[in-house]
């Protein structure tokens, strides 16, 4: 069946640094999207792509789709300790499930040294 | 309300015990998913509502599990005769649109530990 695998699972960088997590996905993706959960909290949507390219940005977070559509990554610069969660990718492929059954990734989770 | 909101946001059962998790999703949001997170996991499909249309339950584990949205509004998962394994954080989220899972809104959860 349809996977969506993230890397790295976990990424420890200091406050300032950049980080990114990837995204890949074994067929190919009508959208893509973002979610961030924070510690004991729920998933957050973040941004949804559907373009081949496409790039998004919001302040310090760059998303970008891959051409093939079976790829993407999430770029935060200069990272602050409010970035502190886990990340996940989600796609819906028309080759799995219903619309309904987007398939999530296991999520990078980022911690930030002050 | 504001946000999806999930009742009880904590509950305990022994191994073999029903229990009913409700979800209320945003006022107005056509299409309810059921999600179920495991620790460390990224959310699992379970289920989804467009209105009071079950449209797909093909990630219910198995027959124990049943899922209702009879007014198109709040939604129940229930699960029968519960089993370790069924010990989780279970996700309810609305969307907006028909168009399945966009820019979906998720509940806090429910986290159900089974003893």
């Known amino acids: 069946g349809q996977q969506v695998m993230q890397i790295p699972q976990y990424q420890h960088v200091q406050e300032g640094e950049d980080f990114t997590t990837y995204c890949n996905s074994s067929?190919?993706?009508?959208?893509i999207q973002w979610y961030k959960q924070r510690p004991g909290g729920h998933p957050v949507f973040l941004i949804q792509l559907v373009k081949s390219g496409e790039v998004k940005k919001q302040k310090r977070l760059t998303f970008q789709f891959g051409e093939a559509k079976k790829n993407s990554s999430l770029h935060i610069t200069a990272t602050q300790t409010t970035d502190v969660g886990t990340y996940f990718c989600a796609g819906w492929s028309p080759y799995g499930g219903s619309q309904g059954n987007l398939i999530f990734g296991k999520g990078t989770k980022l911690s930030v040294k002050p | 309300g504001a946000g999806v909101s999930q009742s009880p946001r904590y509950k305990v059962a022994k191994r073999g015990q029903d229990v009913a998790l409700r979800c209320d999703p945003i006022s107005g949001h056509v299409s309810l998913f059921w999600y179920q997170q495991a620790l460390g996991q990224g959310p699992e499909f379970l289920t989804y509502f467009q209105n009071e249309a079950q449209l797909d339950k093909s990630g219910l584990p198995s027959d124990r599990f049943f899922a209702e949205r009879p007014e198109g509004s709040v939604s129940t998962l229930k699960i029968q005769r519960t089993q370790q394994e069924d010990s989780a954080v279970y996700l309810c989220?609305?969307?907006?649109?028909?168009?399945?899972?966009?820019?979906?809104?998720f509940g806090p959860g429910t986290r159900l530990t089974v003893l």
């Open positions: 989220a609305s969307s907006q649109t028909s168009g399945g899972f966009q820019k979906g809104f």
């Open positions: 067929t190919t993706l009508s959208n």
